[in-house]
């Protein structure tokens, strides 16, 4: 058996890391490309959302390195993302190319049910083993957000352009080569001191961006066109809403491990303005839109794939938010058509607007 | 005689004007970009050049539109600014007090919303509501008229007949078929003005609180047809400002002489750039499976911008010095 799952961020390296602990065969799928789009976009259907073509051309991708069993998450609610494992190996089953399928939902009741589902990878290993196995993810899936974190604040006061996406890769490599729950710590630490190695004004103004919106886009760089990277080349520290650990306890673990950031606390702002489940992350979206701007942010930009239900709805509530928070808001669609001149040009006028806004505040208050 | 240059290079036309220290405008070029943006800001340069008397001054040099980093670099821009801050600031510099921006040019539409002298809000084209000043140019070009009368013959129209106008497509072959039933020319033109300025309002200035002062600029606003169903639409008048169809320029030059009233001394290169010798190349990346198409320009045979690739590899080896200086 040979374990392939489609890309989403940094997502990799945890599960690489999990499988190797287990002794599965894992195969990673190039990062997405160009290519992956295209081989994507040519075999799905033209209506779908953008990461299932992802999806659908990482699995393409991987075959040819021979992989043959997908692990996929599934989900639950008016959102399609539940369907797509199944659409997509039905897709691949249509192309000839023959893939086992293990979707893990999350857990509707107790962990125990997402542990069985695993049991279809992990065979008769020792539950101890999985266990460890999955703490072990976890832990490096906090690395890489601690590290992409890091990046937020380092990038807009970068002394020279390029210097903290150089050292981003080297400190994520870093925590992907950890190959034991023991050599992690000693890792993690080499990143931060890479990390922490990037030449920056500390005293340099910076815009406070929240990007906020569907996981998946908002995870992806590819799938987003890098606009962490651009925002903070404008001189924007961005902050993310969902970062994979967060998402993993929210989700997987049912919130069982209690220090760390939930998006309960976007749900629970969220109310005056939707206060039920729509699907997908549309309700935290709002709910973010109103936190973020609570803890003083200059603005947010939500990020959707085209023909995202739950982020349509989100979508059309941040306006009334931005109106009685004053932080403005700004949405961008993703699909395969989208631009990265088009993004940026949009990108630099939020920035302006945003800065000027800024200027009259203070203006004001001095 | 001192001024300001302001450079608008768009994928379909560049246009160039000269602002002097009043900021009157005295010289304003418009020009097909043809996909040669360099070569094009280089006549456009050459023909400024002459137009002004010997002893000109520049001041400043502002850039914006699609094509405004690479002739940032060419030129040496004091202020390299996106179309929709450009086209802000000069609104609201010839309409005082304006609160709502409509943009529309040959390919791409947009709407500003001002309050109090800033921009509170804007919107882009989606696919469905671009090229609408080619569309008009397709139509007029496709009924026999000279462009320049399609808004008069419109404005003669008295009952505009209802045109599909959800996309070029549908509004294309939605007019043929009244045209076959037998319509009258002005009617039919005045009713696409009205579906595109429908169009415009649902899929551009969707949501957006529309207040007055209105002004419409962009190439599109010649066409008095389309004022009036703007107008007619939203109940308000709408306001065509005198350089309606430079008003990236204008906003460049605006902000270039705000960029160097700071104090700081001009990059302009000066008018010699007309006369360097740029080259264009590009190659194909085999760094990682993206195969970024990088292009690279170079004056007088040395490599000045490179562009074109996802990671950054590339465009952050020579222009660190741009990217750091081109936003705020
Ligand atoms: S320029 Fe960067 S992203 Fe593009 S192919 Fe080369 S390495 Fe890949």
Redesign the interface.
């Known amino acids: 058996m040979k374990v392939t799952f489609p890309h989403m961020g940094y997502m990799y390296v945890p599960l690489k890391a999990m499988f190797k602990y287990l002794d599965i065969d894992v195969v990673v799928p190039?990062?997405c490309?160009?290519?992956?789009l295209t081989l994507g976009a040519k075999n799905a259907p033209e209506f779908a959302c953008l990461p299932l073509k992802l999806n659908i051309g990482n699995f393409l991708e991987v075959k040819e390195q021979g992989a043959d069993t997908i692990m996929m998450a599934g989900g639950c609610g008016p959102c399609r993302f539940g369907y797509y494992a199944y659409v997509e190996h039905e897709i691949l089953k249509d192309l000839a190319v023959d893939y086992h399928l293990v979707v893990l939902e999350p857990p509707e009741k107790h962990i125990g049910e997402l542990l069985t589902r695993i049991r279809q990878i992990t065979g008769n290993r020792p539950w101890i083993k999985v266990i460890n196995a999955i703490r072990y993810g976890y832990l490096k899936a906090r690395a890489t957000d601690e590290i992409e974190r890091m990046s937020y604040q380092i990038r807009p006061r970068e002394l020279?352009?390029?210097a903290t996406?150089r050292a981003l890769k080297q400190a994520i490599d870093e925590i992907d080569r950890a190959d034991s729950p023991g050599t992690l710590p000693a890792a993690l630490n080499r990143a931060r001191e890479i990390m922490q190695a990037v030449p920056v004004d500390k005293n340099r103004p910076v815009l406070k961006v929240a990007v906020i919106g569907e996981i998946y886009t908002l995870l992806e760089p590819f799938a987003n066109q890098?606009i962490e990277?651009h925002l903070g080349?404008?001189?924007v520290e961005v902050d993310r809403s969902i970062m994979l650990s967060e998402w993993i306890n929210d989700h997987l673990f049912m919130g069982l491990l209690k220090n760390v950031r939930s998006s309960q606390r976007f749900r629970k702002v969220a109310s005056p303005y939707l206060n039920h489940f729509v699907g997908g992350h549309g309700e935290e979206t709002v709910g973010s839109a109103v936190w973020y701007a609570r803890q003083g942010f200059d603005g947010a930009i939500q990020i959707l794939p085209f023909t995202c239900m739950p982020e349509i709805v989100a979508q059309?509530i941040l306006?009334r938010v931005s109106e009685d928070t004053g932080m403005?808001t700004m949405t961008l669609?993703m699909d395969e058509?989208s631009g990265?001149?088009?993004m940026?040009?949009?990108l630099?006028?939020f920035?302006?607007?945003l800065?000027?806004?800024h200027e009259?505040k203070e203006a004001l208050t001095s | 005689m001192k001024g300001y240059l302001g450079i608008d290079v768009g994928s379909v036309s560049t246009n160039i004007v000269f602002m002097d220290d009043d900021t009157n405008v005295l010289e304003s070029l418009y020009l097909r970009t043809n996909g040669q943006p360099v070569a094009t800001v280089q006549r456009g340069l050459r023909q400024i050049r002459e137009a002004l008397p010997q002893q000109t001054v520049i001041r400043g040099v502002g850039t914006t539109g699609?094509g405004r980093q690479l002739t940032g670099i060419v030129v040496g821009a004091d202020a390299v600014?996106?179309?929709?801050?450009a086209h802000a600031v000069a609104a609201s510099h010839l309409v005082p007090g304006v609160q709502t921006v409509l943009e529309i040019g040959g390919q791409d539409s947009k709407i500003i919303i001002l309050r109090?002298g800033?921009?509170?809000?804007?919107a882009?084209n989606?696919?469905c509501a671009a090229g609408t000043g080619s569309f008009l140019d397709q139509q007029a070009s496709r009924l026999n008229i000279a462009i320049e009368e399609f808004g008069d013959l419109a404005l003669q129209g008295k009952t505009p007949v209802r045109i599909a106008g959800r996309c070029a497509v549908f509004a294309e072959s939605d007019m043929i078929h009244k045209q076959q039933m037998g319509f009258n020319l002005e009617d039919i033109l005045a009713g696409l003005c009205e579906a595109l300025v429908r169009n415009y309002l649902n899929n551009v200035g969707k949501?957006k609180e529309i207040l007055a002062p209105v002004a419409f600029q962009g190439g599109v606003a010649a066409n008095a047809g389309m004022r009036r169903a703007f107008e007619r639409a939203l109940g308000m008048e709408v306001i065509v400002p005198k350089y309606f169809n430079v008003m990236g320029a204008v906003g460049a030059a605006l902000l270039a002489k705000e960029a160097v009233a700071r104090g700081v001394p001009t990059r302009f290169k000066g008018f010699g750039v007309a006369d360097m010798e740029y080259k264009a190349g590009s190659f194909e990346c085999d760094g990682?499976?993206?195969?970024c198409e990088v292009i690279e320009m170079a004056e007088a045979g040395k490599i000045i911008a490179r562009w074109g690739d996802?990671?950054?590899k590339w465009s952050?080896?020579v222009?660190?010095e741009q990217?750091?200086g081109s936003?705020?």
């Open positions: 190039p990062p490309s160009k290519r992956t020279k352009a390029g996406d890098n990277r080349q404008m001189g059309s306006p403005p669609i058509h990265e001149a088009g940026i040009t949009r630099e006028a920035v302006d607007l800065h000027r806004k009259q | 699609s600014k996106n179309e929709i801050t109090n800033v921009v509170a809000d804007f882009m989606t696919v949501g990682c499976p993206n195969l996802r990671c950054g952050n080896a222009s660190v990217t750091a936003v705020s």
